[in-house]
């Protein structure tokens, strides 16, 4: 599998493919990230939910609960 990495505008995607030798009929999996115009536009949740790193917790058994919430004090 060869991988691409393109940093282009959303009209420019099918040229800068052609560019790079893939022709017009290879079937591709695209994955798209929204860049704004300002790298600090992308909130950091978001960054981390794409980069993968953390999807190993969703593996892993829940350590807390809604029951483990502590009451809160009163008077």
């Known amino acids: 599998m060869q991988r691409i990495t393109l940093d282009a505008e959303a009209g420019e995607i099918s040229a800068e493919l052609a560019r790079r030798g893939v022709t017009a009929h290879t079937r591709v999996h695209v994955l798209v990230e929204v860049v704004g115009e ?5 909130p950091m949740a978001a ?3 794409a980069g993968g790193a953390f999807d190993w917790l969703g593996d892993e058994a829940d350590l807390y609960s809604d ?8 008077g």
């Open 47 to 49: 960054m981390a939910q």
């Open 67 to 74: 029951a483990d919430l502590l009451a809160p004090r009163t």
């Open 38 to 42: 300002e790298p600090e536009a992308t």
